[in-house]
């Protein structure tokens, strides 16, 4: 875009193609459904340019622009094309000449080598009151792709003139922060998020919250995102979602995008997963030490199935809830021991066997959470040594924990835990000053600070 700013327009130009380019240039600014059906469409988003942007950057263009005898300044139309028009048909609706109709239409024809065409801007001149006469074309705009422009306009000797624009694009990181009134979707396009990232949004906390019944006004949000942003502020292009912070019920919940074996996934600040409905390994930094499936029993001493996954740690290691649930049973239970068993959600059980002690607190009917102590290592019952006995049931039948359909989390431990550590400050450091520039912003608004 840079050649054609009106503020940086070289001075050999005739004024009268400096209308041209400033009008074109403003043609191009203003955003609109466009592109030949062939241009490979990427999956964009685009936010409406702020109408008063358009407008400011018109007036500017408009008034470098050499307003010709008898003609009004030039004005920017949106032109659609019919179905079974030409190009040169959509022009000449403009009001324009049929001889200016025709060489616009021609060269852009010749351009895009008959790919169909929906809409373009026309950049016209229109006769001033009182006056008979056809309108004088300065130009047509098309997009052809999300930062790309084709223009054609008027040079020194009347020919029509193609040119491609194409505008700079930087990618940055974007923190879009503030509060949600009525709408969520509203209140965050509002300071910059896109509908694609309020989606994913949303999608991340599907599990946890319904944003009907659970977000009110007034809650905080806060969404970091990589965008590519063209030098009109049009976003074309959004990339991953790397934090998200929503305040409902007066408890904020954060997520971390970090990625492990090349895969993404979101953890709480204390590098635990909650996207996973049920945990990996129920036993920090644990070990499996037997798996599901025949196994010749190490003390009844004939085949026997193993009905679920034994983690080899020393008695007394921690052992977590795999996910949020209602403990359904804490007690002694034969070759078990000490067994805790937790219904979740979805029909889903999880259990827990020779167990030394319970938690603080587990016993039937009482509500835990996700990575709460829920008890200890122990060997309590039919057991060999200290281990952990885990057992996931599905619908009343044990399962293979393992099985790709159980829904799993991490919590991230060792030298992961230590890159995700150092990954969570360098987005608390962008999301602290995203949010400090964001308030600055609203208070500049509000007219709250000093000048100066
Ligand atoms: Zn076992």
């Known amino acids: 875009m840079a050649q054609f700013d009106p503020r940086r327009q070289p001075l050999r130009f005739a004024p009268h193609l400096l209308t041209a380019c400033a009008a074109v240039a403003v043609a191009g600014l203003i955003w609109k459904v466009y592109a030949p059906a062939h241009a490979a469409a990427p999956a964009v988003d685009l936010p409406p340019l702020d109408p008063a942007a358009v407008s400011a950057l018109e007036a500017k263009a408009f008034a470098v622009a050499e307003t010709r005898p008898g003609l009004a300044p030039p004005e920017n139309v949106e032109v659609k094309v019919r179905p079974g028009e030409s190009i040169e048909q959509a022009v000449r609706r403009v009001g324009v000449s049929p001889d200016d109709a025709a060489a616009a239409a021609g060269a852009l024809a010749r351009a895009l080598g008959g790919a169909p065409v929906r809409a373009f801007d026309a950049a016209v001149a229109r006769p001033r009151e009182g006056r ?27 020919a029509m003139k193609l040119r491609e624009l194409e505008e700079e694009v930087t990618s940055e990181i974007k923190v879009a922060h503030g509060l949600v009134n009525d709408s969520l979707r509203e209140s965050a396009t509002a300071v910059g998020a896109t509908p694609v990232v309020v989606n994913r949004f949303v999608k991340l906390y599907a599990h946890k919250l319904d944003f009907n019944r659970d977000v009110k006004s007034g809650d905080r949000f806060t969404m970091v995102f990589e965008r590519d942003v063209t030098e009109s502020g049009r976003t074309i292009k959004i990339g991953d979602l790397m934090y998200a912070e929503i305040e409902a019920r007066g408890k904020p919940s954060r997520l971390y995008r970090f990625e492990r074996n090349g895969k993404a996934e979101y953890f709480d600040e204390t590098g635990k997963n909650i996207r996973g409905f049920l945990l990996r390994t129920p036993v920090d930094g644990a070990r499996m030490s037997s798996g ?14 193993h009905q679920g996954i034994d983690f080899a740690a020393g008695s007394g290691t921690p052992i977590l809830a795999a996910g949020d649930g ?8 034969g070759g078990y021991g000490n067994w ?8 889903w059980e999880t259990g827990y066997a020779h167990l030394s002690r319970y938690g603080k607190g587990i016993k039937a009917g009482q509500r835990v959470s996700q990575g709460q102590v829920i008890g200890y290592v122990g060997s309590t019952g039919r057991s ?10 599905f619908k009343g039948k044990r399962v293979n924990p393992k099985g790709a359909k159980v829904p799993q989390g991490t919590i991230l431990t060792g030298g992961e835990l230590v890159a995700f ?15 400090q520039e964001t308030h600055m912003a609203s208070a500049d608004k509000a007219g709250l600070r000093d000048a100066g």
């Open 384 to 393: 060999t040594g200290p281990h952990l006995h885990h057992e996931v049931w």
């Open 132 to 158: 008979g006469g056809s309108a004088r074309l300065i130009g047509l705009t098309l997009r052809t792709g999300p930062a790309t422009t084709l223009t054609v306009s008027r040079s020194f000797d009347g």
């Open 340 to 347: 805790v068993r937790i219904r979740h959600s979805g029909g």
């Open 292 to 305: 599901f499936g025949m196994r010749r029993h190490p003390i009844l001493g004939y085949a026997k199935m």
């Open 421 to 435: 550590k150092a990954q969570k400050a360098k987005i608390d450091a962008l999301v602290r000053k995203g949010v």
């Open 326 to 333: 209602v403990v359904i049973e804490a007690r002694r239970w």
